[in-house]
């Protein structure tokens, strides 16, 4: 009984939508074309999205399902347009088989592309050990590129703000009052984090402080995380209000 | 050089592309990503910073084409006060219960 109530509802929804979309391209506010119907399928697709708010429901499957391949599809032609194509298949592949290519194979290409087919090999059991020469291969060289640069970028550039002096000229009072912020709030929260002595006394008072500006730095990562997800909804409501059903301009 | 994104993509720009051949870059990133990229705003790793809808409506104000984003964040300035009032309700019935508790 539960079960034919929800197919009834399912139905009754999907009528609606149709009924709905029938009226807007007869009365002309929904074009008769291919953006008229990219839209009636933005619109349904995201409804079906919400539709989960309600419950778990075919409809919410299929665009689910639908969100996943096309995502995975779109993944496949940027990596081939970007990647593959350019790096391997154009300066490799077609003048190693093609006559009328103007430029020479550059066979300089075959060991990363044997690499990389090395990764895929963890697939096979008797060949999975060639994967880990990829992989030593990868690390050491991700390693050797990115240390010197990420501590340059993350550690060194970062320290230099909070090193920068109070009063050496031309500053106004706000930014000095922002740098003496800024050390007070570095050295407090550095406090917090040392362990290694208990917090009591002048060290207690100082990592409290720490907790303030820790505690402040979480309210704005979730203020700005709730703007995040909200800016998502706005723009989906946008989307179904002004492009579907010509209610806002 | 702008980096509009959704990823990480800013950080891996600042630190292979601007640490080593010092152009200027910009970023426009998610509002869940802000906070994380405003320290490199401070320290000029990045010239400029769109965050999220707020950094996008404040570029549609400056450049004078106020569209999408700024009538985005008239619902998105509502619901923020909605959530700041129920945070103040749910710490006045935090204190109030407690010192029921304790009296």
Redesign the interface.
Known sequence: MRKDSNFFILVGTIGLFVCINIFLMASGKLPFSSDGFGIILGAGLTLAIYSFLYKDNPAFKIAENLYVGVSLGYTIIITWFNFLKPDLYDPLIVPMFSKAAEKAPQYALIFPSLLGIFMLLRFSRKLSWLSRWTFAFVVGLGAG??IP??I???IL??I??SLHPVFSGGETILSSINTLLIMLGVISVLIYFIFSVEHKGAIGKVSKIGIWFLMI?FG??F?????????LL??R??FLLRDWLNILQ | MFDLAAGTTIETWIVFGKEKYKFELGAGCTAVMGPDMYPFLQSKQLSGLLGGLKGAAEYEALVGKKANAVSGMRPQSVVHVIIILFVIFGNIVYFTSRRARHA
């Open positions: 590129v990115s640069r990420v340059s970028a993350f550039e970062q230099k703000p730095s704005a990562s203020g700005y995380t709730v703007m995040g997800r909200l800016s706005i723009g409501i946008q």
